[in-house]
Nanobody, 122 residues
Framework: QVQLVESGGGLVQAGGSLRLSCAASGRTFSVSAMGWFRQAPGKEREFVAVIDWSGAATGYADSVKGRFTICREKAKTTVSLQMNSLAREDTAVYYC???????????????WGQGTQVTVSS
């Protein structure tokens, strides 16, 4: 099993920044990639960003490309998501997830965190 704990959500004004963190523990040797997803009220969970466990490869949804940055802290089992130029449409619950594969599909992720709320006000 892999346990994931997110932190860093909150309320921010449009144009502001937030940094989310995800701490992984347990059988992390089975993890090949970590992803961030988000789910707004009434909408399906959507892909935001992914990083492979080495930190060498990343991927982003078009809606966040150029504004969000995913990174893995070396020597730590922590993945962060730096979110800049936040807009109201970024408001959602953000989830960290772990997978054996470098993919963007939520169904391919076996482990999920509890989620952290990000609210962007105008």
């Amino acid at each position: 099993q892999v346990q994931l704990v997110e932190s860093g959500g909150g309320l921010v004004q449009a144009g502001g920044s937030l940094r989310l963190s995800c701490a992984a523990s347990g059988r992390t040797f089975s993890v090949s990639a970590m992803g961030w997803f988000r789910q707004a009220p009434g909408k399906e969970r959507e892909f935001v960003a992914v990083i492979d466990w080495s930190g060498a490869a990343t991927g982003y949804a078009d809606s966040v490309k150029g504004r969000f940055t995913i990174c893995r802290e070396k020597a730590k089992t922590t993945v962060s998501l730096q979110m800049n130029s936040l807009a109201r449409e970024d408001t959602a619950v953000y989830y960290c997830a772990a997978s054996r594969f470098f993919v963007r599909t939520p169904g391919e992720y076996s482990y999920w965190g509890q989620g952290t709320q990000v609210t962007v006000s105008s």
